[in-house]
């Protein structure tokens, strides 16, 4: 099964962030990802984080769609979109697709933070990536994602 994992980030124009999605995808948001993806005319299967990037009008279409929602807690320990790559990964995801990933993010501790804060979520990204390498041997682009991981590496 190939997972869509959509953030909150800059993501690709409509033409191609739709080309990317196959009826049989499941289809994540994290959090604030979830309102890109009814803006491209398509349903999440599930949205997980904290709820804290979607607007009242957001969440009444996701529950009239009967989207299943996962809530966190504001203060946790990780990144919305940590949350959503664990979630694909658990479900059995042989692929994922990010769409919309950044590297930066104010909300995610207690007050502002700075490029670094990026950087350290990047690496938890990139290790939690390893992680599902190691437990995927045989994923179609794994390549790619360790040519990805040696970049982040140097």
Do not use: C
């Not at 979109?81 to 664990?86: F, K």
């Amino acid at each position: 099964m190939r997972a869509i994992v959509v953030a909150s980030g800059e993501a690709p124009g409509d033409q191609d962030w739709t080309s990317w999605v196959r009826d049989q995808d499941l289809i994540v948001g994290a959090d604030g990802g979830a309102a890109r993806v009814l803006a491209r005319g398509l349903t999440p299967d599930v949205v997980i984080g904290d709820m804290d990037s979607l607007d009242g009008r957001e969440l009444d279409i996701l529950a009239g769609r009967q989207v299943r929602l996962i809530q966190h807690p504001r203060a946790k320990d990780e990144a919305d979109l940590e949350l959503a790559l664990s979630y694909a990964a658990g479900q059995g995801a042989d692929e994922i697709v990010v769409l919309g990933g950044h590297t930066d993010s104010w909300d995610v501790g207690q007050g502002a933070m700075d490029d670094a804060g990026g950087v350290v979520a990047s690496w938890e990204a990139v290790r939690l990536l390893q992680e599902f390498l190691d437990a995927n041997p045989d994923t179609a682009d794994r390549a790619s994602v360790e040519e990805m991981i040696g970049d982040m590496n140097r």
